[in-house]
């Protein structure tokens, strides 16, 4: 792929755009729910009127040169807020605007605009403040205590990817599926018969609503089309006009009118609410090849147009930041990056090798874009080609994270041990970091990461949280009372039972709050079976619901639990009194005790049973405590092993740790070893990570740092996808690599202005170096490398 | 019987196809100068100072150098990633020191290693009794056999043996028919001159067979130098610098005249 001049000019300005926070979305919402016209109204009607106004009012943007156009701002990364889901105060404005890192430039202006209407008219009213106020004093005091986070306090439930359904049809399809629907409505039977007409009410309003939206700007470029003296701008001007009045309406049936339509769907999703993990459409080489193949053959598309029409979609993604968090959720995902995970590669529907020339050629468009946004990762199924991992491979080694390396397999396995039919799990893929999930039918939701560490630290105080000093957790004694490690066990399992147990109450309470006050009847429009259905989205409507908590912190615990086991109960070479004494000391003066709990103790990450065995059981614990239980609107919750960055905020509520860790400091994340603990080298890890049970969760995450000599040759090549097969045969559900080394590492801490472009992995996602805070970078370059020494 | 054994590689890529387990075995009958496994060279486990640092602290930790493993164990060992091995085309390798060193104990591991089904090389320096060599060619698939100066003066001063016993032995495998990779290290100022490189080529042009697979050129370098100082070994190669990325560019395109397929790095 060769960038042409268009798409390198666009993709520099969203570079270089500053993310600015836009006061455009909260004002008209704000307007709107301050009108006559949402008085008296059922909340999906009101929502879907609120979704309409907004499109119907909102600036449009057109950049010069653009082939797919529709920004959720009034420009590229103006980033509008969500005062019905969270309230920024004034302070928090200021924090947004002087943070250093991932900060957001607010203006005087806008500043201005919250103080007279946004917060005189949210304040209280937000639905953050509606689930601050509804959750129980135990669920306060362990949030608080950080034992868990709350992903809905600022966002949306999402998580959502698109699917075959969306690629297929138009918006006009999709109001004869509503038409249907209430034909069906049983008035003499059906309790729910008139929430299920609101809800369809509020559907075919949305859907009017997004092809209004394209209209609009149909119109706007038949304006600019008139106004352009370059005739060959005039012609694309005039094309896209066409484009926007025949997409979302009806079904596409070229590739820039497949982008255009889902990019107006993309926007509508995150206008309509800020839902997590942004929107994603999935599977793009699958739904992209047919008419890229039909196009290739009738000769309507060049390599030049194609590739200049993906470098367009592609700088769409990057010019849309998350929006901005704050407090707790601003620690757990401190990143711009919105989560979009493109899926290339895996299985078609029938179950046959999925890989296309469009996988390949997207795999192009990710190397030479090279930009954060958006997240890509690679499916690899048993069926696919080793030629297709080597491609992967050769982005993997330029060091930028992407593309992650899934397994297809895997995936479908948990998925049909949730329920789902295999065609569906087979359509479906990763999300966000690592989060299985089946397009286009499931809402599957992440509710909080759940801090596995910390709970085992309670677990030695009596429940006592001695940070802040409160009573935090069951009172089933203190370390010394454990007689043995079995006791010990039995007492950590009672505190996962009950903060667990904490947990789920909220999330059942927080996800009501969301079906009854933001339902969102346009992103049910697209998930199916919402409209056949009748129910929203945000209620259970999707054919597939689960609810997610997501573990942390394993490597750690693991390793905490062993050192206990090792040194205390089997080895006695430490009494509890001694160990107690270090670790509140933070090992200031025990570095002999510190140095051996590091240096001399069993780790997990090394293939050692003896470690390992605490993985599995904690895993099992954790699973037990969470898996099964139903959440309030159909489905269940289950667990998944991922950080995103909550193992920096985690570890710094949590002190100093039997595994010699110090106080503060960075947990281990996803299921990789602690940071420096593995010294067997990679096959040692895989075999460590791969003893816990992958298929039971929703996802696991595991990284792999690596130096740049291991990709350096045909023979590395084959020697890594040898490693990737060799993990996905054992089950693992997920590895990204990490390549750079930790010399460059250091020197781009020490020159930031130097290494501005310096992208690395984190946790299921790629950043950007300078904007991760220090002790992140530090954890990173901590990471193991693993060089070849001999 | 037991082997001692100094260190266990596992994603091991660079000694022999795919992934393997590489176990370094103790004693070598040479003395390289560049020889970066000094702690291979005793054929007794001996004492190495590792660094354990905690914050600003240091300490000291006496580490063994040299464990003793019966062939059971290591088969054990490779049972564990096995999985490896069968998706990558990898194996065992065994080198040290000198695995011929222990030849009795490294027969027994080898047939051991065969008879579980893996894929067995032996990286030798070919100073050795060639009954031994015999002993041990029956369980191995491949000899990656180092050949570092064809000029027997030099050979001696720089590694305190003779090299008439090596060029007899590699006669022997080569008319053997097993597989071999011959492995020449690039060390300046001692065989990368245009003489010593002229003979070198020449001798494998006479000696090339269908069953010489591949000449690796293995470039010095220095990471050997941390475990002089661990071992408190005096390092002779202060001064010599690592060949760069185009001069092993230049050797391979000089060795490739074998016909040979050549490859930088193991």
Redesign the interface.
Known sequence: MIISERVKKLRKESLDAVETLSAERAQLITMFYKSDAARELSSPVKRARAFEFLLKNKALYIGEGELIVGERGPAPKQTPSYPEVSLHSLEDLDILNKREKVSFLVTEEVRNIYREQIIPYWKGRSNRDRIMDLMAPEWHKAYNAGIFTEFQEQRAPGHTVAGYKIFTKGFLDLKDEISKSIAHIDYLNDPLAYNKYEELKAMNIAADAIIMYAERYAVELDNLALKEDDPVRKNELTRMAEICRKVPAHAPGTVHEMLQHYWFIHVGVISELNPWDSFNPGRLDQHLYPLFKKERETGSLSMEELYDLLGCFWVKFNNHPAPPKMGVTASESSTYTDFCLINLGGVKPDGSDAVNEMSFILLDVIKEMRILQPGSMVQISNKNPDTFIHKAIDIIRTGFGQPSCFNTEAIIQEQLRQGKSITDSRNGGASGCVETGAFGTEACWLTGYFNLPKILELTLNNGFDKRTKVQVGLQTGYASDYKSFDELTEAYKAQINYFAAVKIKGNNIIMRTFASFLPVPFLSLIIEDCIKNARDYNDGGARYNNSYIQGVGLGSVTDILTSIRYNIYDRKTLTWDEMIKATDAD?EGF??I??DL???TPKYGN?DDYADQHAVAVFEIFHDAVNGKPDSRGGVHRINMLPTTSHVYFGSVTGATAD?RKARKPLSEGISPSQGADK?????V??SASKIDHLKTGGTLLNQKFAPQ?F??E??Y??L???I??YF??DGHHIQFNVVDAYTLREAQKHPELYRDLIVRVAGYSDYFNDLGEDLQNEIIMRTE?R??? | MKGLIF?I???????G???RV?F?MKGCPLSCRWC??PEGISPDPEIADQT?R??E?E?I?KEEAGKLYSAGDLVEILD??R??M?????GVTF?GGEPLFQADFLAEALSACRNSGYHTAVDTCGYTETSKLLAVMPFTELFLYDIKHIDDNIHYLNTGVSNALILNNFNVLMESGKDIIVRIPVIPGFNDDQSSLDQLRSFLISKKRNNLKRIDLLPYHK?GISKYRKFRRENKMDEVEQPGKERMLELKDYFSGTGIKI?I?G
């Open positions: 090992f570095e002999d510190q140095r590091i240096y001399n293939d010699g067997q080298g990679p096959t040692s895989l075999r291991f350096e040759d023979d590395s084959k020697c996808t040898a490693l097969r060799s045969a054992l693993h070849c020494e001999q | 260190n590689n596992r994603y091991s890529v660079h000694d196809p795919g992934i590489t370094f970066h496994n354990e905690v914050g602290k300490f930790k564990r990633e999985i490896f069968d998706k990558s085309g990898g080198s990471t490859k790095g």
